[in-house]
């Protein structure tokens, strides 16, 4: 099984709301109130209660930039020593994919006050492949002269559109070359941190085993 972009969100207070919010590269945003997108995001059930999770399953993720969100909705039994819930949230990108997967864990902390906090965003870059075995790199997408080599999990960047030459999917690549398509794979993701209270795996390994 292949997933494009799985998000998940739980936090450590009891009887206490968080919503997931994903923002897609067309604009739309998926959370509890907008639960599927034209794109195949969906949302799981809204937790009111208890400590999630929510989760945001996208099947193929397309380029461009994801946003992440956490929104601290109500909470009926605040925290008695800091007054704040403590949010983690794993993501994974191209998940089943060979050389492509990815994944990012953080951490970020959300009071009452709290409005929606922006916590990462996920970038899948455009027009860039990842080698899912060791392959040939031609001089042209018409040529049968090798000039080079690519090996498996390295990043390539198109240098134009794929074009069929005798029955073989042939891309151009950057600085110059062409590969066949049929080795290349989604590029893996980027994780850029967003304007928040982040946490660090150390402060995983607290709220799993205090």
Known sequence: MKIGLLVW???DTDQTDVDLHVKEPCGNEVYY???YSS???LISKDFTQGYGPEIYLLPHAPSGNYHVRAKFYASHQASLATGTTSVVIWTFANLGTSHSSAMDFRTVRLSSK???MEVLHVEIPEGVFTATADGVIFESPTSSKSIGKFLAGEQLEARGD???VDGFTMLPIKPQGAVQMKYMGPPRALF???EADCGSEEELEELLFD
Do not use: D, F
């Open 162 to 164: 794929a074009v069929n």
């Open 39 to 41: 794109i195949g995001g």
């Open 9 to 11: 969100l739980a936090w």
């Open 114 to 116: 709290s409005e929606k």
């Open 192 to 194: 850029h941190a967003a």
């Open 33 to 35: 109130g907008n639960r």
